[in-house]
Protein backbone atom coordinates (compact mmCIF):
# COMPACT_ATOMS: atom_id res chain seq x y z
CA UNK A 1 0.00 0.00 0.00
CA UNK A 2 0.67 3.57 -0.59
CA UNK A 3 0.63 6.41 1.62
CA UNK A 4 -1.18 9.53 0.22
CA UNK A 5 -1.12 11.56 3.39
CA UNK A 6 -4.84 12.74 2.16
CA UNK A 7 -7.16 12.77 5.57
CA UNK A 8 -9.80 10.38 5.60
CA UNK A 9 -12.74 9.76 8.28
CA UNK A 10 -11.33 8.06 11.41
CA UNK A 11 -11.39 4.31 11.59
CA UNK A 12 -14.79 3.20 13.07
CA UNK A 13 -15.66 2.25 16.46
CA UNK A 14 -18.44 -0.45 17.23
CA UNK A 15 -20.18 -3.13 15.55
CA UNK A 16 -22.86 -1.18 13.63
CA UNK A 17 -20.40 1.71 12.71
CA UNK A 18 -17.62 -0.56 11.49
CA UNK A 19 -20.34 -1.98 9.11
CA UNK A 20 -21.30 0.76 7.43
CA UNK A 21 -17.82 2.17 7.21
CA UNK A 22 -16.86 -1.00 5.85
CA UNK A 23 -19.43 -1.26 3.31
CA UNK A 24 -19.45 2.51 2.41
CA UNK A 25 -15.49 1.51 1.77
CA UNK A 26 -16.21 -1.19 -0.67
CA UNK A 27 -16.81 1.31 -3.33
CA UNK A 28 -13.94 3.52 -2.90
CA UNK A 29 -10.83 2.53 -4.55
CA UNK A 30 -8.25 3.52 -1.85
CA UNK A 31 -8.29 2.42 1.28
CA UNK A 32 -8.71 3.84 5.07
CA UNK A 33 -5.94 3.48 7.49
CA UNK A 34 -4.82 4.71 11.03
CA UNK A 35 -1.93 6.86 11.35
CA UNK A 36 -0.35 7.24 14.68
CA UNK A 37 1.84 10.36 15.74
CA UNK A 38 4.90 10.56 17.45
CA UNK A 39 2.75 11.52 20.97
CA UNK A 40 0.39 8.64 20.35
CA UNK A 41 -2.50 10.75 18.51
CA UNK A 42 -4.28 8.62 16.19
CA UNK A 43 -5.82 10.44 12.64
CA UNK A 44 -7.15 8.52 9.42
CA UNK A 45 -5.70 8.45 6.00
CA UNK A 46 -6.26 7.12 2.53
CA UNK A 47 -4.06 4.55 1.22
CA UNK A 48 -3.54 3.62 -2.44
CA UNK A 49 -3.07 0.34 -3.49
CA UNK A 50 0.37 -0.59 -5.36
CA UNK A 51 -0.39 -1.73 -8.95
CA UNK A 52 0.20 -5.54 -9.22
CA UNK A 53 3.48 -6.74 -9.90
CA UNK A 54 4.74 -10.01 -12.20
CA UNK A 55 4.21 -12.76 -10.37
CA UNK A 56 7.44 -14.35 -11.28
CA UNK A 57 9.04 -11.13 -9.81
CA UNK A 58 6.94 -11.32 -6.36
CA UNK A 59 7.88 -14.75 -6.17
CA UNK A 60 11.64 -14.11 -6.89
CA UNK A 61 11.21 -11.80 -3.30
CA UNK A 62 11.55 -15.20 -1.77
CA UNK A 63 14.80 -15.97 0.08
CA UNK A 64 15.52 -19.81 -0.27
CA UNK A 65 14.77 -20.23 3.20
CA UNK A 66 11.39 -18.18 2.89
CA UNK A 67 10.46 -21.06 -0.15
CA UNK A 68 11.42 -23.68 2.56
CA UNK A 69 9.08 -22.86 4.51
CA UNK A 70 6.49 -21.86 2.70
CA UNK A 71 6.80 -25.66 0.73
CA UNK A 72 6.65 -27.23 3.83
CA UNK A 73 3.33 -25.71 5.41
CA UNK A 74 2.32 -26.19 1.39
CA UNK A 75 3.34 -29.78 1.68
CA UNK A 76 1.47 -30.50 5.25
CA UNK A 77 -1.38 -28.36 4.26
CA UNK A 78 -2.00 -30.99 1.39
CA UNK A 79 -1.53 -34.05 3.07
CA UNK A 80 -4.05 -32.83 5.58
CA UNK A 81 -6.40 -32.68 2.67
CA UNK A 82 -5.55 -35.86 1.42
CA UNK A 83 -6.28 -37.43 4.94
CA UNK A 84 -9.82 -35.79 4.56
CA UNK A 85 -10.69 -36.40 0.96
CA UNK A 86 -9.79 -39.91 1.24
CA UNK A 87 -13.22 -40.22 2.80
CA UNK A 88 -14.85 -38.36 1.34
CA UNK A 89 -14.69 -39.17 -2.15
CA UNK A 90 -14.63 -42.85 -1.14
CA UNK A 91 -18.44 -42.93 0.82
CA UNK A 92 -20.26 -44.98 -1.99
CA UNK A 93 -17.05 -47.75 -1.13
CA UNK A 94 -17.15 -47.22 2.90
CA UNK A 95 -21.38 -47.54 2.45
CA UNK A 96 -21.10 -50.99 0.37
CA UNK A 97 -18.20 -52.12 2.78
CA UNK A 98 -19.95 -51.26 6.10
CA UNK A 99 -23.42 -51.86 4.58
CA UNK A 100 -24.83 -48.73 5.55
CA UNK A 101 -26.30 -45.59 4.07
CA UNK A 102 -23.98 -42.77 2.90
CA UNK A 103 -25.94 -40.08 5.16
CA UNK A 104 -23.96 -42.77 8.02
CA UNK A 105 -20.77 -42.38 6.02
CA UNK A 106 -21.10 -39.23 6.05
CA UNK A 107 -21.38 -38.83 9.74
CA UNK A 108 -17.43 -39.55 10.20
CA UNK A 109 -17.13 -36.17 7.96
CA UNK A 110 -19.38 -34.56 11.23
CA UNK A 111 -17.51 -35.97 13.76
CA UNK A 112 -13.76 -35.31 12.16
CA UNK A 113 -15.15 -31.57 11.29
CA UNK A 114 -16.50 -31.23 14.55
CA UNK A 115 -13.76 -32.22 16.57
CA UNK A 116 -10.84 -30.11 14.27
CA UNK A 117 -11.34 -27.10 16.70
CA UNK A 118 -10.36 -28.86 19.86
CA UNK A 119 -7.01 -29.39 17.94
CA UNK A 120 -7.01 -26.06 16.15
CA UNK A 121 -7.15 -24.50 19.47
CA UNK A 122 -4.16 -27.11 21.87
CA UNK A 123 -2.03 -26.62 18.97
CA UNK A 124 -2.29 -23.58 17.30
CA UNK A 125 -1.50 -22.00 21.50
CA UNK A 126 1.17 -24.48 21.46
CA UNK A 127 2.40 -23.19 18.29
CA UNK A 128 1.90 -19.37 19.25
CA UNK A 129 4.12 -20.30 22.47
CA UNK A 130 6.84 -22.82 21.58
CA UNK A 131 7.58 -22.60 17.54
CA UNK A 132 5.44 -23.94 14.68
CA UNK A 133 8.08 -26.84 13.86
CA UNK A 134 7.24 -29.49 16.90
CA UNK A 135 3.80 -28.98 16.87
CA UNK A 136 3.68 -29.77 13.09
CA UNK A 137 5.54 -33.13 13.39
CA UNK A 138 3.70 -34.43 16.21
CA UNK A 139 0.41 -33.68 13.78
CA UNK A 140 1.63 -35.13 10.79
CA UNK A 141 2.95 -38.04 12.41
CA UNK A 142 -0.36 -38.89 14.62
CA UNK A 143 -2.11 -38.52 11.78
CA UNK A 144 -0.79 -41.07 9.60
CA UNK A 145 -1.14 -43.17 12.39
CA UNK A 146 -4.81 -42.62 12.68
CA UNK A 147 -5.31 -43.39 9.12
CA UNK A 148 -3.80 -46.79 9.22
CA UNK A 149 -6.11 -47.29 12.65
CA UNK A 150 -8.94 -46.35 10.36
CA UNK A 151 -7.89 -49.13 7.59
CA UNK A 152 -8.01 -51.95 10.59
CA UNK A 153 -11.17 -50.74 12.12
CA UNK A 154 -13.64 -53.61 11.91
CA UNK A 155 -16.73 -52.18 12.97
CA UNK A 156 -18.70 -49.24 11.93
CA UNK A 157 -18.60 -47.56 15.52
CA UNK A 158 -14.79 -48.35 15.61
CA UNK A 159 -14.58 -46.53 12.42
CA UNK A 160 -16.54 -42.88 13.65
CA UNK A 161 -14.36 -43.41 16.98
CA UNK A 162 -10.80 -43.46 14.99
CA UNK A 163 -12.45 -40.89 12.91
CA UNK A 164 -13.56 -38.13 15.48
CA UNK A 165 -9.89 -38.70 17.17
CA UNK A 166 -8.49 -38.04 13.95
CA UNK A 167 -10.49 -34.78 13.77
CA UNK A 168 -8.93 -33.59 16.95
CA UNK A 169 -4.94 -34.41 14.91
CA UNK A 170 -6.47 -32.75 11.92
CA UNK A 171 -7.74 -29.33 13.45
CA UNK A 172 -4.10 -28.64 14.32
CA UNK A 173 -2.22 -28.54 10.83
CA UNK A 174 -3.99 -25.38 8.94
CA UNK A 175 -2.72 -22.42 11.60
CA UNK A 176 0.71 -24.03 12.32
CA UNK A 177 0.77 -24.19 7.90
CA UNK A 178 -0.33 -20.89 7.26
CA UNK A 179 1.53 -19.19 9.97
CA UNK A 180 4.72 -20.96 9.13
CA UNK A 181 4.29 -20.18 5.51
CA UNK A 182 3.04 -16.55 5.03
CA UNK A 183 4.92 -15.05 7.88
CA UNK A 184 8.70 -15.53 6.56
CA UNK A 185 6.73 -13.98 2.88
CA UNK A 186 7.45 -10.52 1.74
CA UNK A 187 4.00 -7.78 2.52
CA UNK A 188 3.87 -7.19 -1.56
CA UNK A 189 3.98 -11.40 -2.24
CA UNK A 190 1.67 -12.50 0.56
CA UNK A 191 -1.51 -12.54 -1.54
CA UNK A 192 0.01 -14.66 -3.75
CA UNK A 193 1.87 -16.54 -1.94
CA UNK A 194 -2.06 -16.97 0.14
CA UNK A 195 -3.54 -17.94 -3.22
CA UNK A 196 -1.08 -20.29 -3.85
CA UNK A 197 -0.86 -21.71 -0.29
CA UNK A 198 -4.69 -22.20 0.39
CA UNK A 199 -4.61 -24.99 -3.31
CA UNK A 200 -3.02 -27.50 -1.04
CA UNK A 201 -6.25 -27.87 -0.02
CA UNK A 202 -7.52 -28.28 -3.86
CA UNK A 203 -4.26 -30.51 -4.61
CA UNK A 204 -4.68 -32.94 -1.65
CA UNK A 205 -7.87 -33.06 -3.37
CA UNK A 206 -6.46 -33.72 -6.57
CA UNK A 207 -3.93 -36.29 -5.41
CA UNK A 208 -6.66 -38.42 -3.61
CA UNK A 209 -9.09 -38.46 -6.31
CA UNK A 210 -5.99 -39.56 -8.95
CA UNK A 211 -5.36 -42.53 -5.89
CA UNK A 212 -9.18 -42.97 -5.99
CA UNK A 213 -8.85 -43.04 -10.11
CA UNK A 214 -5.75 -45.99 -9.50
CA UNK A 215 -7.53 -48.28 -7.23
CA UNK A 216 -10.58 -48.93 -8.91
CA UNK A 217 -13.85 -49.11 -7.64
CA UNK A 218 -13.77 -52.05 -5.72
CA UNK A 219 -15.13 -52.46 -2.38
CA UNK A 220 -11.91 -52.67 -0.26
CA UNK A 221 -10.04 -50.90 -2.53
CA UNK A 222 -10.40 -48.00 -0.35
CA UNK A 223 -7.57 -49.41 1.98
CA UNK A 224 -5.16 -48.57 -0.41
CA UNK A 225 -5.97 -44.80 -0.41
CA UNK A 226 -5.97 -44.60 3.07
CA UNK A 227 -2.16 -46.55 2.76
CA UNK A 228 -1.14 -43.68 0.63
CA UNK A 229 -2.62 -40.96 2.80
CA UNK A 230 -1.19 -42.46 5.68
CA UNK A 231 2.02 -42.75 4.06
CA UNK A 232 2.24 -38.96 2.97
CA UNK A 233 1.36 -37.30 6.31
CA UNK A 234 4.29 -39.71 8.13
CA UNK A 235 6.43 -38.94 5.78
CA UNK A 236 5.54 -34.83 5.74
CA UNK A 237 6.20 -34.89 9.20
CA UNK A 238 9.43 -36.93 8.91
CA UNK A 239 10.88 -34.38 7.21
CA UNK A 240 9.93 -31.59 8.85
CA UNK A 241 11.69 -32.79 11.57
CA UNK A 242 14.78 -31.96 9.33
CA UNK A 243 14.37 -28.36 9.10
CA UNK A 244 14.79 -25.39 11.55
CA UNK A 245 12.14 -23.53 13.03
CA UNK A 246 10.56 -20.54 11.76
CA UNK A 247 13.49 -17.76 11.73
CA UNK A 248 10.49 -15.02 12.29
CA UNK A 249 9.44 -17.15 15.13
CA UNK A 250 12.97 -17.29 16.85
CA UNK A 251 13.94 -14.46 16.01
CA UNK A 252 11.13 -12.68 18.25
CA UNK A 253 11.56 -14.86 20.73
CA UNK A 254 15.12 -13.87 21.29
CA UNK A 255 13.59 -10.33 21.06
CA UNK A 256 11.36 -10.89 23.79
CA UNK A 257 13.52 -13.27 25.92
CA UNK A 258 14.12 -10.55 28.21
CA UNK A 259 10.59 -10.90 29.30
CA UNK A 260 11.29 -14.07 30.96
CA UNK A 261 7.77 -15.50 29.26
CA UNK A 262 5.96 -17.77 31.47
CA UNK A 263 3.02 -20.06 31.07
CA UNK A 264 1.03 -17.47 33.28
CA UNK A 265 2.18 -14.82 31.11
CA UNK A 266 0.96 -16.48 28.01
CA UNK A 267 -2.64 -17.09 29.59
CA UNK A 268 -2.77 -13.57 30.71
CA UNK A 269 -2.19 -12.35 27.22
CA UNK A 270 -3.89 -14.94 25.81
CA UNK A 271 -7.21 -13.31 28.10
CA UNK A 272 -6.19 -9.91 26.99
CA UNK A 273 -6.47 -10.58 23.58
CA UNK A 274 -9.92 -11.98 24.26
CA UNK A 275 -11.30 -9.02 26.01
CA UNK A 276 -9.63 -6.54 23.50
CA UNK A 277 -10.62 -8.94 20.30
CA UNK A 278 -13.52 -10.83 20.67
CA UNK A 279 -15.76 -9.34 18.38
CA UNK A 280 -13.02 -10.08 15.93
CA UNK A 281 -12.93 -13.28 16.87
CA UNK A 282 -17.36 -13.64 16.18
CA UNK A 283 -16.76 -12.08 12.83
CA UNK A 284 -14.10 -14.59 11.64
CA UNK A 285 -16.07 -17.52 13.39
CA UNK A 286 -18.90 -16.48 11.08
CA UNK A 287 -17.21 -15.66 8.07
CA UNK A 288 -15.13 -19.57 8.57
CA UNK A 289 -18.65 -20.97 8.73
CA UNK A 290 -19.93 -19.53 5.95
CA UNK A 291 -16.83 -20.53 3.76
CA UNK A 292 -16.54 -24.34 5.37
CA UNK A 293 -20.32 -24.59 4.53
CA UNK A 294 -19.00 -23.10 0.85
CA UNK A 295 -16.39 -25.69 0.21
CA UNK A 296 -17.71 -28.52 2.14
CA UNK A 297 -21.10 -28.37 0.16
CA UNK A 298 -20.02 -27.89 -3.09
CA UNK A 299 -17.13 -30.35 -3.24
CA UNK A 300 -17.66 -33.62 -0.91
CA UNK A 301 -20.30 -35.21 -2.12
CA UNK A 302 -19.90 -34.13 -5.67
CA UNK A 303 -17.87 -37.47 -6.12
CA UNK A 304 -21.56 -39.23 -5.22
CA UNK A 305 -23.43 -37.14 -7.12
CA UNK A 306 -21.74 -38.25 -10.32
CA UNK A 307 -22.24 -41.79 -9.10
CA UNK A 308 -25.57 -41.53 -8.29
CA UNK A 309 -27.88 -38.99 -10.38
CA UNK A 310 -25.44 -38.62 -12.94
CA UNK A 311 -24.36 -42.29 -13.42
CA UNK A 312 -21.10 -42.39 -14.15
CA UNK A 313 -18.66 -45.23 -13.32
CA UNK A 314 -16.00 -44.64 -10.81
CA UNK A 315 -13.50 -43.70 -13.21
CA UNK A 316 -15.69 -41.18 -14.93
CA UNK A 317 -16.09 -39.65 -11.99
CA UNK A 318 -12.54 -39.46 -10.32
CA UNK A 319 -11.89 -37.81 -13.85
CA UNK A 320 -14.18 -35.26 -13.66
CA UNK A 321 -13.41 -34.55 -9.84
CA UNK A 322 -9.32 -34.09 -10.85
CA UNK A 323 -10.05 -31.94 -13.89
CA UNK A 324 -12.97 -29.38 -11.01
CA UNK A 325 -10.22 -29.31 -8.82
CA UNK A 326 -7.39 -28.21 -10.98
CA UNK A 327 -9.91 -25.17 -11.87
CA UNK A 328 -9.57 -25.06 -7.86
CA UNK A 329 -5.63 -24.93 -7.91
CA UNK A 330 -6.29 -22.08 -10.87
CA UNK A 331 -8.38 -19.71 -9.62
CA UNK A 332 -7.36 -20.18 -5.60
CA UNK A 333 -4.04 -18.95 -7.09
CA UNK A 334 -5.12 -16.35 -9.66
CA UNK A 335 -7.83 -14.49 -6.82
CA UNK A 336 -5.49 -14.61 -4.38
CA UNK A 337 -2.98 -12.70 -6.25
CA UNK A 338 -5.52 -10.57 -8.08
CA UNK A 339 -6.61 -9.72 -3.99
CA UNK A 340 -3.29 -7.97 -3.66
CA UNK A 341 -4.51 -5.30 -5.52
CA UNK A 342 -8.10 -5.27 -6.23
CA UNK A 343 -8.57 -5.95 -2.78
CA UNK A 344 -9.64 -8.91 0.08
CA UNK A 345 -13.17 -8.03 -0.03
CA UNK A 346 -13.76 -6.95 -3.42
CA UNK A 347 -12.32 -10.41 -4.48
CA UNK A 348 -13.99 -12.97 -1.87
CA UNK A 349 -17.60 -10.98 -3.19
CA UNK A 350 -16.99 -11.34 -7.05
CA UNK A 351 -15.68 -14.76 -6.76
CA UNK A 352 -19.11 -15.69 -4.83
CA UNK A 353 -21.23 -13.75 -7.05
CA UNK A 354 -19.97 -15.58 -10.25
CA UNK A 355 -19.96 -18.90 -8.22
CA UNK A 356 -23.77 -18.55 -7.58
CA UNK A 357 -24.62 -17.49 -11.21
CA UNK A 358 -22.64 -20.71 -12.46
CA UNK A 359 -24.90 -23.09 -10.37
CA UNK A 360 -27.08 -24.13 -13.09
CA UNK A 361 -24.68 -25.01 -15.27
CA UNK A 362 -22.47 -26.50 -12.54
CA UNK A 363 -25.57 -29.33 -11.91
CA UNK A 364 -27.74 -29.59 -15.07
CA UNK A 365 -25.12 -31.19 -17.41
CA UNK A 366 -24.66 -34.61 -18.51
CA UNK A 367 -21.91 -36.99 -19.42
CA UNK A 368 -18.05 -36.64 -18.11
CA UNK A 369 -17.01 -33.90 -20.48
CA UNK A 370 -19.71 -31.29 -19.38
CA UNK A 371 -19.91 -32.00 -15.42
CA UNK A 372 -15.23 -31.54 -15.32
CA UNK A 373 -16.08 -28.42 -17.64
CA UNK A 374 -18.59 -27.08 -15.28
CA UNK A 375 -17.07 -28.07 -12.11
CA UNK A 376 -13.85 -26.47 -13.27
CA UNK A 377 -15.50 -23.25 -13.58
CA UNK A 378 -17.24 -23.76 -10.50
CA UNK A 379 -14.45 -24.47 -8.39
CA UNK A 380 -12.18 -21.78 -9.90
CA UNK A 381 -14.47 -19.44 -7.91
CA UNK A 382 -15.45 -21.01 -4.75
CA UNK A 383 -11.56 -22.13 -4.47
CA UNK A 384 -10.75 -18.27 -5.66
CA UNK A 385 -12.55 -17.07 -2.49
CA UNK A 386 -10.56 -19.41 -0.57
CA UNK A 387 -7.59 -18.24 -1.84
CA UNK A 388 -7.70 -15.02 -0.52
CA UNK A 389 -8.56 -16.49 3.40
CA UNK A 390 -5.08 -17.51 4.38
CA UNK A 391 -3.20 -14.29 4.00
CA UNK A 392 -7.09 -12.50 5.18
CA UNK A 393 -7.30 -14.28 8.05
CA UNK A 394 -3.65 -13.46 9.12
CA UNK A 395 -3.87 -10.33 8.91
CA UNK A 396 -7.31 -9.69 11.12
CA UNK A 397 -5.58 -11.50 13.29
CA UNK A 398 -3.91 -10.17 16.50
CA UNK A 399 -0.04 -10.42 15.53
CA UNK A 400 1.14 -12.50 18.43
CA UNK A 401 -1.31 -15.29 17.39
CA UNK A 402 -1.01 -15.83 14.10
CA UNK A 403 -1.29 -19.26 14.43
CA UNK A 404 -3.84 -20.16 17.16
CA UNK A 405 -5.95 -17.04 15.49
CA UNK A 406 -6.66 -18.42 12.54
CA UNK A 407 -6.51 -21.99 13.11
CA UNK A 408 -9.49 -21.77 15.69
CA UNK A 409 -11.39 -19.18 14.08
CA UNK A 410 -11.38 -21.70 10.83
CA UNK A 411 -11.26 -24.74 12.91
CA UNK A 412 -14.85 -23.54 15.07
CA UNK A 413 -16.39 -22.19 11.59
CA UNK A 414 -15.06 -25.94 10.25
CA UNK A 415 -17.49 -27.60 13.58
CA UNK A 416 -20.48 -25.46 13.11
CA UNK A 417 -20.51 -26.24 9.43
CA UNK A 418 -19.32 -30.04 10.09
CA UNK A 419 -22.98 -31.16 9.19
CA UNK A 420 -22.99 -29.77 5.67
CA UNK A 421 -21.95 -32.96 3.86
CA UNK A 422 -24.70 -35.16 6.39
CA UNK A 423 -27.20 -32.89 5.52
CA UNK A 424 -26.73 -32.58 1.71
CA UNK A 425 -26.56 -36.73 2.00
CA UNK A 426 -29.99 -36.98 3.97
CA UNK A 427 -32.00 -34.39 1.76
CA UNK A 428 -30.86 -35.77 -1.64
CA UNK A 429 -31.79 -39.33 -0.09
CA UNK A 430 -35.28 -38.26 0.81
CA UNK A 431 -35.57 -36.84 -2.46
CA UNK A 432 -35.45 -37.78 -5.96
CA UNK A 433 -35.15 -36.92 -9.53
CA UNK A 434 -35.08 -38.29 -13.10
CA UNK A 435 -31.92 -39.23 -14.61
CA UNK A 436 -31.35 -38.79 -17.96
CA UNK A 437 -32.26 -42.32 -18.70
CA UNK A 438 -34.80 -42.37 -17.06
CA UNK A 439 -34.15 -43.81 -13.73
CA UNK A 440 -35.50 -42.60 -10.16
CA UNK A 441 -32.17 -41.18 -8.61
CA UNK A 442 -31.42 -39.34 -5.17
CA UNK A 443 -32.06 -35.33 -5.70
CA UNK A 444 -28.05 -34.41 -5.15
CA UNK A 445 -28.27 -31.95 -7.55
CA UNK A 446 -30.75 -29.91 -6.75
CA UNK A 447 -29.67 -30.34 -2.51
CA UNK A 448 -26.20 -28.78 -3.52
CA UNK A 449 -27.34 -26.50 -6.51
CA UNK A 450 -30.04 -24.84 -3.95
CA UNK A 451 -27.74 -24.69 -0.49
CA UNK A 452 -24.77 -23.72 -2.51
CA UNK A 453 -26.54 -20.68 -3.96
CA UNK A 454 -27.71 -19.40 0.12
CA UNK A 455 -24.23 -20.18 1.12
CA UNK A 456 -22.56 -17.91 -1.94
CA UNK A 457 -24.88 -15.06 -0.30
CA UNK A 458 -24.35 -15.45 2.92
CA UNK A 459 -20.61 -14.86 2.02
CA UNK A 460 -20.56 -11.93 0.11
CA UNK A 461 -22.97 -10.20 2.87
CA UNK A 462 -20.86 -11.22 5.52
CA UNK A 463 -17.71 -10.10 3.59
CA UNK A 464 -19.73 -6.85 2.63
CA UNK A 465 -19.86 -5.66 5.93
CA UNK A 466 -16.74 -6.85 7.58
CA UNK A 467 -12.95 -5.49 7.95
CA UNK A 468 -9.86 -5.57 5.90
CA UNK A 469 -6.54 -5.05 7.27
CA UNK A 470 -4.64 -5.64 3.65
CA UNK A 471 -0.99 -4.95 3.82
CA UNK A 472 -0.80 -5.16 7.59
CA UNK A 473 2.77 -5.87 9.05
CA UNK A 474 3.46 -8.37 11.70
CA UNK A 475 6.94 -8.90 11.55
CA UNK A 476 7.84 -6.86 14.76
CA UNK A 477 5.07 -8.52 16.93
CA UNK A 478 7.06 -10.18 19.90
CA UNK A 479 5.83 -14.50 20.55
CA UNK A 480 2.48 -14.61 22.37
CA UNK A 481 3.27 -14.43 26.27
CA UNK A 482 5.79 -11.83 25.83
CA UNK A 483 3.94 -8.77 24.90
CA UNK A 484 2.60 -8.07 28.12
CA UNK A 485 5.50 -6.18 29.28
CA UNK A 486 8.26 -4.57 26.97
CA UNK A 487 11.46 -2.29 28.23
CA UNK A 488 9.70 -2.12 31.45
CA UNK A 489 6.60 -0.71 29.95
CA UNK A 490 3.03 -2.10 29.94
CA UNK A 491 1.57 -3.02 26.63
CA UNK A 492 -1.00 -0.11 25.40
CA UNK A 493 -2.77 -2.88 22.85
CA UNK A 494 -1.52 -6.23 21.44
CA UNK A 495 -3.81 -5.31 18.12
CA UNK A 496 -0.80 -2.95 17.72
CA UNK A 497 1.96 -4.56 19.56
CA UNK A 498 4.06 -1.11 20.65
CA UNK A 499 4.19 -0.55 24.58
CA UNK A 500 3.85 3.29 26.20
CA UNK A 501 7.28 4.13 25.49
CA UNK A 502 7.28 2.78 21.76
CA UNK A 503 5.02 4.54 19.97
CA UNK A 504 5.05 4.41 16.06
CA UNK A 505 6.39 8.05 14.69
CA UNK A 506 4.65 10.47 12.77
CA UNK A 507 3.04 8.99 9.91
CA UNK A 508 3.52 5.13 10.51
CA UNK A 509 0.91 3.39 10.15
CA UNK A 510 -0.79 1.24 13.02
CA UNK A 511 -1.33 -2.75 13.00
CA UNK A 512 -4.38 -2.18 14.46
CA UNK A 513 -5.71 -0.71 11.16
CA UNK A 514 -4.83 -1.18 7.28
CA UNK A 515 -0.71 -0.96 7.55
CA UNK A 516 0.64 1.52 4.00
CA UNK A 517 4.07 1.56 3.34
CA UNK A 518 5.23 4.78 2.02
CA UNK A 519 6.72 5.80 -0.78
CA UNK A 520 10.17 6.57 0.03
Not at 371 to 384: C, E, K, R
Not at 481 to 508: A, H, I
Request: glycine share 10%; charged share 15%; net charge positive.
Amino acid sequence: MEATHEPAEPVAKGVMATAKQSFRDLFIWKQRVAVTNSVGESTAEWARPLPLRNPISLMAQLSGRDWLFFIVGFAAWTADAFDFHALSIQQVKLAKYYGTSKTDISTAITLTLLLRSVGAAFFGLAGDKWGRKWPMVLNMIVLGVLQIATIYSKTFSQFLAVRSLFGLFMGGVYGNAIAMALENSPADARGLMSGILQQGYSFGYVCAACANLGVGGGDESWKTVFWIAAGISILVGIIRIFFPESKQFLEARKAGKQNQASAGAFWRETKIMLAQEWKMCIYCILLMTWFNFYSHTSQDSYTTFMLTQKELNNSGASRASIIMKVGACVGGTILGYISQWFGRRRTIIMAAFFSAVLIPAWILPEGERSLSASGFFMQFFVQGAWGVIPIHLNELSPPAFRSSFPGITYQLGNMISSPSAQIVNAISESNFVKSHTGKTVEAYGPTMGIATAIIAIGIAVTTAFGPEKRGREFEKALPAGMNLVQEGSKLDDLERGDSNEQKPQMGQIEDSSDRADEKK
